[in-house]
């Protein structure tokens, strides 16, 4: 039997701090020995209220994903049955809603989806829209004489050669899954890797740009509120107080969009 381990977290980026606005990222991770599953999902700046799609869609994603793996279903199999489910529940949601049927999902349901599953061996990503991910060997390289690189290099090493970016799409437009509402569905992106353990992580594209180094470090994921208190330092400018030139210098903030991040781990 597996044994399955995720951490996830999402932070409201310095530009919004600055805006006063809410946090328009999302995560949902779920684990039932012996699978597990994980999703991030970020909301489209320009809608009004984006911010609910992207955290009803993870809740819904990461529900669909669950019941499905609970069945047996394979990671590699379950894709094409989670978006039909995830739609449904969309349209559902914009039929109860008045007004303008367009204009409900642009307001409110335009979110991007990057998840992943794991169970059985086999773990496999799922990504409509931007956002990037990683797949991560855990092995030992000094005891698996197949370890892919130089026998001195480590997990994390590798990690910062390994973060596969989904986008920019042109015109700055990602697919979204809401358009399947439409009649315009967008192409899903899936990959698929067979491993007796490793580690997944899920990005949003605004944690995309800060790239992996510093954030899988054991330090930051030991602790259950490790992940989101990096992140949320990274949003935070620095200030200090140049007592020579009598003048405050401040720095700006690392993470300045929206960062969602999903870690998801298994291990014979």
Do not use: K
């Amino acid at each position: 039997m597996n044994t399955i381990s995720a951490t996830a977290a999402a932070v409201t980026g310095a530009r919004h701090l600055r805006l006063a606005r809410n946090g328009q990222d999302a995560v949902a991770i779920w684990i039932g020995e012996p699978a597990g599953a994980a999703v991030v999902c970020d909301g489209c700046s320009a809608g009004g209220s984006s911010e609910v799609g992207a955290r009803l869609g993870a809740q819904l994603v990461i529900a669909a994903v669950a019941a499905r793996l609970a069945r047996g279903e394979r990671p590699s199999e379950l894709w094409s049955g989670v978006r039909a489910q995830v739609a449904a529940a969309l349209v559902a949601l914009v039929e109860a809603m008045p007004g303008d049927r367009a204009v409900a999902i642009r307001e409110h349901f335009l979110f991007t989806i990057v998840a992943a599953a794991v169970a059985g061996g086999e773990a496999s990503v799922w990504a409509v829209g931007d956002g990037g991910y990683a797949f991560l060997p855990e092995r030992v390289p000094e005891r698996d004489p197949g370890w892919p690189g130089d026998r001195s290099e480590t997990a994390l090493d590798i990690a910062r050669g390994a973060l596969r970016v989904l986008g920019p799409f042109a015109d700055n437009r990602p697919p979204y899954l809401a358009y399947d509402l439409l009649g315009t569905p967008a192409a899903a992106h899936v990959e698929t890797w067979h491993a007796r353990a490793g580690r997944i992580v899920l990005a949003t594209d605004g944690a995309v740009e800060l790239g992996l180094d510093g954030l899988l470090e054991p330090r930051v994921l030991a602790h259950p509120d490790g992940l989101r208190r990096t992140l949320a330092v990274l949003a935070r400018g620095g200030e200090r107080i140049d007592w020579d030139a009598r003048r405050i210098v401040r720095t700006p903030a690392t993470l300045q969009d929206d960062g969602a991040i999903a870690v998801l781990g298994w291990a014979a």
